[in-house]
């Protein structure tokens, strides 16, 4: 991929934040990844898996994300530091970056885009006012200056973020939110974005369906944005087609394991679908694949999937046997040497 693609990501010591043993994951636990420049930019990065359902009551984060979290962390300090190495981009300005954790989560995201609209509002002059304060001058503690905000990854929080940063004119840039939704600019005015919409992947998933002629097949989708705008958009092309749909389900990604059991057995009533189209998320690809394995069925379907899934080593890992013969999409990134030489040097000894 592009490093311009890329470069917002996040920090591999510096932004883990793993909440005690019963404690809730409140802002106060929440850390932050800064690199101090003239101008900053907030970046929102999952660096954590999104809440499981009994833990979203109290917004506690799940595990550690090392490909969609730590990864692009990194290359977020990467890019910048190239920026700010270069005369010709930037002369005598010092990019920064703060980093913020959004779990892959609309309410943490919300909660974190909330801290960069008040350093992007915050008085300059240190006064402070209203009702029970004193106009006394006090000394401003604030020295970001945030003038936009890159993220967060999935097209779903993207929106709600975006909801929220245009009632304050703050730019947003997307790395990774594909919805095609987001391409209106007469709802997402200040939103724009590095990658292409969804409506291309249903496109080539519909090219791949025809070229083998397969006219009968299931669908499952992610339940958020991301899945439902992408299957409408697939769903379209497929009646264009004159291609059939046998199944239809869609599956939030945190569910428990047994929704994506009963996901499975629906899809197994469509006994002449061999063909599962997931417009997914890639670990609603994942809990979809580990419960074709728990229910003895792996070799029953063909998975195509949208780019959620596609070179994902941890949406494969420990069920590569049963990921085999699908396929998927991933969108035209070429690779970044620099990073793999710079990622792989790091150490936590190094990476303060």
């Known amino acids: 991929m592009s490093l311009s693609g890329w470069w917002l990501g996040f920090a591999l010591v510096v932004l883990i934040a793993t909440p005690e043993q019963g404690e809730t994951f409140m802002q106060k636990n929440r850390k932050t990844a800064l690199l101090q420049g003239d101008i900053l930019i907030g970046a929102l990065v999952s660096v954590h898996h999104q809440p499981k359902k009994q833990s979203i009551k109290t917004h506690t984060c799940g595990e550690i994300r090392e490909q969609y979290g ?89 929106i709600q973020v975006q909801n929220l940063l245009q009632l304050f004119n703050i730019p947003q840039v997307g790395y990774s939110a594909t919805s095609r939704d987001l391409s209106d600019k007469s709802r997402f005015s200040d939103f724009l974005r590095v990658v292409p919409s969804d409506y291309y992947q249903a496109q080539v998933m519909i090219d791949i369906v025809r070229h083998y002629n397969w006219t009968y097949v299931s669908t499952v989708h992610t339940d958020g944005n991301y899945g439902q705008s992408g299957m409408t958009a697939f769903k379209e092309l497929a ?23 009963e996901v499975i057995k629906r899809l197994l009533e469509a006994e002449r679908a061999n063909v599962v189209v997931c417009f997914c998320e890639g670990m609603t690809v994942r809990n979809l694949f580990k419960a074709t394995k728990r229910n003895n069925v792996t070799s029953r379907f063909l998975f195509i999937g949208s780019d959620g899934w596609a070179d994902r080593t941890d949406v494969v890992k420990g069920l590569e046997d049963v990921f085999i013969g699908g396929i998927s999409i991933k969108i035209t990134s070429p690779y970044v040497h620099t990073f793999d030489e710079l990622y792989f040097n790091l150490s936590p000894f190094n990476n303060t």
């Open 70 to 158: 730590i990864q692009r962390v990194e290359a977020a300090f990467q890019a910048v530091d190239e920026i700010n190495s270069n005369p010709d981009l930037l002369p005598n300005i010092t990019l920064g970056i703060e980093i913020r954790d959004s779990c892959w989560y609309s309410s943490i995201a919300l909660e974190q885009s909330l801290e960069f609209i008040r350093d992007a509002l915050s008085d300059p002059s240190g006064l402070s006012s209203g009702a029970g304060s004193s106009l006394c001058p006090r000394p401003n503690n604030r020295t970001k200056n945030i003038v936009g905000v890159v993220g967060p990854g999935s097209s779903a929080v993207t």
């Open 239 to 261: 009646e264009q087609f004159n291609l059939c749909i046998a199944k239809e389900d869609t599956v939030l990604s945190n569910a428990e394991d047994f929704v994506y059991d």
